[in-house]
């Protein structure tokens, strides 16, 4: 693992927050990896003081937990946890898209030509900002100021299992043929068929995500044996 140094500055805390998040969410940092203060001090060319704020924090928001011994270690992640999480997704998305289609809202397709872009490169955190974009403007576009605040509380934990869907290049360009859908449906004024391609598409990150884990779990399971 390989952290680009973070450019001078007076406060670090932010930066390096920001940059330890994005490692996690892009799987340069993978789950259960270790990591200490004094690597990534090092790594960061920043002293220790940011990088401990930056992981208290961190590990506030359920990424990082002691590891055995000394330092820390990304959070493993849990299937539970995250059809959990992709059930109230799902409700919510599906709301925020039927109320920006009765609003008569347009979602504009560069969001969609953006992500496609994105697709079809390697650079996970750029997919990921283009997937959050998307959202964030049907939430807006919704009117109901509570849907972006809810989505806000647990936009970090949807981040990560993003950028865990996102590592695997098959299916990109379908999960943007699903946004283009949706948007269509949107921009079409279909609030029903809006809400319903939303669940669908929830419904089906969450489920290869799930797949994707449990092949991943038989992988090492296989390769111990």
């Known amino acids: 693992m390989i952290l680009a140094k973070i450019p001078c500055r007076t406060d670090y805390v932010d930066e390096v927050y ?14 259960g990896e270790r990591i200490t203060q004094e690597d990534l001090a090092e790594q960061l060319n920043v002293s220790r003081s940011p990088v401990l704020q930056a992981l208290r924090l961190l590990k506030k928001d359920g990424l990082l937990e002691d590891a055995p011994g000394r330092g820390l270690v990304v959070t493993q992640l ?22 920006a289609a ?26 990921i900002e283009a997937d959050m974009a998307f959202h964030s403007a049907i939430y807006q576009a919704s009117g109901n100021a509570y849907i972006l605040e809810a989505s806000q509380s647990h ?29 269509h449906a949107i921009n079409e004024g279909h609030g029903d068929l809006a809400a319903k391609l939303s669940e669908t598409h929830a419904s089906l990150a969450s489920a290869t995500l799930c797949k994707n884990f449990m092949g991943s779990e038989a992988a090492l399971a296989h390769t111990a044996a």
Request: aromatic share 4%; proline share 3%.
């Open 155 to 183: 936009w970090i934990h949807v981040r990560r299992i993003m950028g865990a869907v996102l590592q695997h290049s098959a299916g990109r360009d379908g999960i943007w043929d699903e946004h283009h859908a949706i948007v």
């Open 18 to 31: 920001k940059t330890l998040l994005d490692a996690i969410s892009s799987g340069k940092l993978a789950p």
């Open 102 to 127: 009765a609003a008569g809202a347009h979602i504009p397709n560069s969001l969609i030509e953006a992500g496609r872009e994105a697709a079809a490169g390697d650079d996970v955190r750029v997919l």
């Open 78 to 99: 849990d299937p539970s946890r995250i059809g959990q999480l992709y059930q109230v997704r799902g409700a919510m998305d599906a709301l925020a898209a039927r109320l």
